[in-house]
């Protein structure tokens, strides 16, 4: 029962990650954050697999999708910063891609290895 809730505890995470991180870049700037949130997010994902018990597991998925949240966030919030009109758009496409090829190829690329 519990660790269907890890699921749970990382989509909670990915939303408040860009919840207050959105506009926390906003007022910071965003690569600090950015570096910030893709070391943390490493960290968090290695702690998950040496996780000793579920109740930490669960913590550390929250963290995990706080700092996802923040990569998601700040990656969007550059391409408007930097793009306009149809290059914006492009580059919204290759995002979109991305995001959603990955989760297709990374079990792949994870299991031959």
Do not use: K
Request: overall charge positive; proline content about 4%; glycine content about 12%.
């Amino acid at each position: 029962m519990l660790a269907q809730l890890t699921l749970s505890a990382c989509m909670i995470g990915l939303a408040l990650g860009q919840l207050l991180v959105g506009p926390f870049t906003d007022r910071v700037g965003r690569r600090r954050p950015l570096l910030v949130g893709v070391a943390l997010f490493a960290l968090s994902a290695l702690l998950c697999a040496l996780a000793p018990t579920i109740e930490v597991l669960l913590v550390l998925r929250l963290l995990t999708g706080v700092a996802g949240g923040a990569g998601l966030v700040i990656a969007r919030a550059m391409v408007r910063d930097l793009y306009g009109g149809d290059a914006a758009a492009r580059v919204f496409a290759l995002l979109m891609l991305v995001s959603g090829a990955a989760p297709v190829i990374a079990p792949v690329l994870g299991g031959c290895c």
